[in-house]
């Protein structure tokens, strides 16, 4: 069973920073395109950030709100994403989650983790 | 503003056929494929329609999903109750090296 857990939100201030990770089982992550979207409270979907496959050259894109202020990253040896976040600001405020096409090329992101809150607020 | 647009709401009765429909452009559904993803409240989004017109398994066929130039389609027949939630198209776009998502369409079963 493919499972998607997000961890490391919380409470920042702005300017500040803050590290999600998003821990992976189920399939084989090191062939996954892996991605972050966010979600601010009453407003639709945002794709934050995209890390392809090792495979497919590890080839990094971001968004252009979080574009130099933003990090992600991926450890195929841990089965884990991460997501640097500096400079927070507070339009920054959302719920974040790690979909995944699970390897299956142009499959969809079928999988989803639960989210995690990050606030940025004084 | 999303560069993918969809109307911000639909409705209809139970039993009724409803679409959604997502407009973008030459650099995203013109040349890419579509997915549409469904929310409920409160969830994670659930991958509705990949490929354009795919339906992951699970997905009732209900559901279907059309593409025809730079514009693409949902369509829901037989509505129930359990399909009120929010909708969403994405698509990856060349012009920005990332994925573009509509504004969603809120759903309402009267």
């Known amino acids: 069973e493919v499972q998607l857990v997000e961890s490391g939100g919380g409470l920042v201030k702005p300017g500040g920073s803050l590290r999600l990770s998003c821990a992976a089982s189920?399939?084989?992550?090191?062939?996954?395109?892996m991605y972050w979207v966010r979600q601010a409270t009453g407003k639709g979907l945002e794709w934050v950030a995209r890390?392809?496959?090792?495979?497919?050259?590890?080839?990094?894109d971001y968004a252009a709100p979080v574009k130099g202020r933003f990090t992600i990253s991926r450890d195929d040896s841990r089965n884990t994403l991460y997501l640097e976040m500096n400079s927070l600001r507070s339009e920054d405020t959302a719920v974040y989650y790690c979909?995944?096409?699970?390897?299956?090329?142009?499959?969809?992101?079928?999988?989803w983790g639960q989210g995690i809150l990050v606030t940025v607020s004084s | 503003q999303s560069v993918l647009t969809q109307p911000p709401s639909a409705s209809g009765t139970p039993g009724q056929r409803v679409t959604i429909s997502c407009s973008g452009s030459?650099?995203?559904?013109?040349?890419?494929?579509v997915y549409w993803y469904q929310q409920d409240p409160g969830m994670a989004p659930k991958l509705l329609i990949y490929?354009?017109?795919q339906r992951p398994s699970g997905v009732p066929d209900r559901f279907s999903g059309s593409k025809s130039g730079t514009s693409a389609s949902l369509a829901i027949d037989g509505l129930r109750s359990e399909d009120e939630a929010d909708y969403y198209c994405?698509?990856?776009?060349?012009?920005?090296?990332?994925?573009?998502f509509g504004g969603g369409t809120r759903l309402t079963v009267l």
């Open positions: 979909p995944t096409d699970a390897g299956i090329p142009a499959g969809g992101w079928a999988y």
């Open positions: 189920g399939f084989t992550f090191s062939n996954a395109w």
């Open positions: 890390m392809k496959s090792q495979t497919n050259g590890g080839t990094i």
């Open positions: 030459s650099s995203n559904i013109g040349i890419h494929y």
């Open positions: 490929r354009n017109d």
């Open positions: 994405a698509a990856s776009d060349d012009s920005l090296s990332g994925v573009l």
